[in-house]
Nanobody
Framework: QVQLVESGGGSVQTGGSLRLSCAAS????????MGWFRQAPGKEREGVAA????????AYADSVKGRFTISRDNAKNALYLQMNSLKPEDTAMYYC?????????????????WGQGTQVTVSS
C-alpha cells in the first residue's frame, strides 16, 4: 500500500503556473504507476496525467497536453505536476494516486491509493 500527501495548490490568475507535489511512502511506490486526477464541484473525477515507474513514460488528458507535465523522483518518493498556462476550467481539487498494476492509466477505478487532495483555483 502507498500513502500519499499532496501539496502546492493555491489560487492563480489565468495564464499562471503552479507546481503540485505528492509525497509518497510505502514499499510499492517505486513500482507503481502514478497519476494526477482532478474533480470540480458537481463533476466526476477525471484523469489528468499519469507516469510509469521506469523509464517514466507518460500519458495526458487532451485538455492538458502541452500545458501540464508530470514527473517523478523515485529516490525521493515524490511525484510532481507542473501546470502552466492555467485556465479557469482547470479549477478543481487535485489528487495523486497509485496504480500498481499500471492499467488504464487515466481511469480512476484502476487506482488503489489516494491522497487527500490539494485545491487549485484559477481566476479569470
Amino acid at each position: 500500500q502507498v500513502q500519499l500527501v499532496e501539496s502546492g495548490g493555491g489560487s492563480v490568475q489565468t495564464g499562471g503556473s503552479l507546481r503540485l507535489s505528492c509525497a509518497a511512502s510505502g514499499y510499492a511506490y517505486s513500482r507503481s504507476c502514478m497519476g494526477w486526477f482532478r474533480q470540480a464541484p458537481g463533476k466526476e473525477r477525471e484523469g489528468v496525467a499519469a507516469i510509469f515507474p521506469f523509464p517514466g513514460s507518460t500519458a495526458y488528458a487532451d485538455s492538458v497536453k502541452g500545458r501540464f507535465t508530470i514527473s517523478r523522483d523515485n529516490a525521493k518518493n515524490a511525484l510532481y505536476l507542473q501546470m502552466n498556462s492555467l485556465k479557469p476550467e482547470d479549477t478543481a481539487m487535485y489528487y495523486c494516486a497509485a496504480n500498481p498494476g499500471c492499467r488504464l492509466l487515466l481511469r480512476p477505478d484502476e487506482y488503489s491509493s489516494w491522497g487527500q487532495g490539494t485545491q487549485v483555483t484559477v481566476s479569470s
